[in-house]
């Protein structure tokens, strides 16, 4: 039986999955939160489905192992394979696709873009979602081969990744003039000031602050939500902590002091 005091498991490839953090410590402030970043094996979004779903099952074992009560994946790439890898899992997971696609399809958008990993891209979830509830919606999707591993690095002054901004979203301008733009990986938002300045007539959408709420609506139906003011962040990985340190600091994440190095094995 889950109890309200355990925590929430957070899992990324990478850094992304931070952005995340931020938003159920906004909308979940008393969660303890137990956040995994795997950049040892990031950039996933290149890489096969099989590949992609032997990682991600690492992670979500070491999470049981830790205990949590439900597991948010901080990654689309991975939320591609979420009806793969819900049998596996005694606890509840939850989709960043799900949530940014119903999210889209509420909004009632004539079209969007949607940006994302290449592996995103072709496993086509969120055009099968969306169009299953907004038939007319015209979704422009384009995956970046670069993006995400270029910002994994935690070198965020690179001129290339404006260069690799520019140049994917122009694909999706010259096949329809969309005027919103969903971030759909989750190491985007930490660039979303170079989205603005390359295109600062598109509205972002960043879908984070909707898995947030579905968190806490997954929450409030299993009467799981932990009472406490304010939960604690643990922030492991198997890449470098300090990019991971630095990133927390950026986002104004609550807590950590610092973050751990981890390998799964
Ligand atoms: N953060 C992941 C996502 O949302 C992708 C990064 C990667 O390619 O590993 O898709």
């Given at each position: 039986m889950y109890q309200n005091s355990f925590p929430i498991g957070v899992i990324d490839?990478?850094?992304?999955g931070l952005t995340v953090v931020r938003q159920i410590q906004r909308i979940l402030p008393g969660e303890d939160i137990i956040f995994f970043g795997d950049s040892a094996n990031c950039?996933?979004?290149?890489?096969s489905a099989d590949e992609i779903y032997e990682l991600s099952l690492r992670m979500l074992r070491y999470m049981e192992s830790r205990g949590v009560k439900c597991v948010a994946i901080a990654c689309n790439t991975i939320s591609s394979l979420v009806e793969r890898l819900r049998p596996q899992c005694p606890f509840p997971l939850i989709s960043i696709i799900e949530s940014g696609a119903d999210y889209i399809a509420r909004e009632k958008l004539p079209s969007v873009g949607v940006i994302a990993t290449e592996f995103t891209v072709s496993a086509g979830v969120y055009d099968t979602r969306i169009h299953a509830l907004a038939p007319d919606c015209e979704v422009v999707s384009r995956g970046s081969p670069e993006l995400a591993g270029l910002i994994d690095r935690g070198d965020?002054?690179?001129a290339v990744i404006d260069e690799e901004i520019t140049a994917q979203v122009d694909v999706i301008l010259s096949r329809a003039p969309v005027r919103d733009l969903l971030?759909?990986?989750?190491?985007?938002p930490i660039v979303e000031e170079n989205f603005r300045r390359c295109f600062p007539e598109l509205r972002l959408i960043d879908p984070a602050e909707q898995q947030a709420i579905a968190v806490k609506n997954m929450l409030v139906y299993r009467t799981?939500?932990?009472?406490?003011n304010r939960g604690s962040l643990t922030v492991e990985t198997s890449g470098d902590p300090d990019v991971y340190a630095a990133i927390a600091r950026m986002l104004s994440l609550?807590?950590?002091?610092d973050c751990k190095a981890v390998s799964l094995t």
């Open positions: 490839s990478g850094i992304g950039p996933y979004g290149n890489r965020l002054n690179q971030l759909a990986c989750t190491h985007f799981l939500t932990n009472p406490q609550y807590g950590p002091k």
